[in-house]
Nanobody, 117 residues
Framework: QVQVVESGGGLVQAGGSLRLSCAAS????????MAWYRQAPGKERELVAS?????SKYYVDDVKGRFTISWDKNMVYLQMNSLKPEDTAVYYC?????????????WGQGTRVTVSS
């Protein structure tokens, strides 16, 4: 079992910055990838950024150049710069865990980001 807990959300003006943190605990040795997702009101949850344990990173197009994902031991961060009102959402941390031949996704409870115009 893996537990993930997000923190760092809040209210910020457009153009501002926030840094989200995700703390993983439990059987973290099984984690092969970490990711940040977000869900805006009335929309489906979408992948924002991901990082694998080899260091490769992925970003959805509309955050490229503004957001940076990083992974340090059991912590994953999402540095968000030049925030826009459309970045407003609940942000979720995801840990993908390989156990035997199966992989499992673990989710946090989410942290709310509100960007005012």
């Amino acid at each position: 079992q893996v537990q993930v807990v997000e923190s760092g959300g809040g209210l910020v003006q457009a153009g501002g910055s926030l840094r989200l943190s995700c703390a993983a605990s439990g059987d973290t040795i099984c984690i092969t990838a970490m990711a940040w997702y977000r869900q805006a009101p009335g929309k489906e949850r979408e992948l924002v950024a991901s990082i694998v344990d080899g260091g490769s990173k992925y970003y959805v197009d509309d955050v490229k150049g503004r957001f940076t994902i990083s992974w340090d031991k059991n912590m994953v961060y999402l540095q968000m710069n030049s925030l826009k009102p459309e970045d407003t959402a609940v942000y979720y941390c995801n840990a993908n865990c390989l156990q035997g031949k199966s992989d499992y996704d673990y989710w946090g409870q989410g942290t709310r980001v509100t960007v005012s115009s």
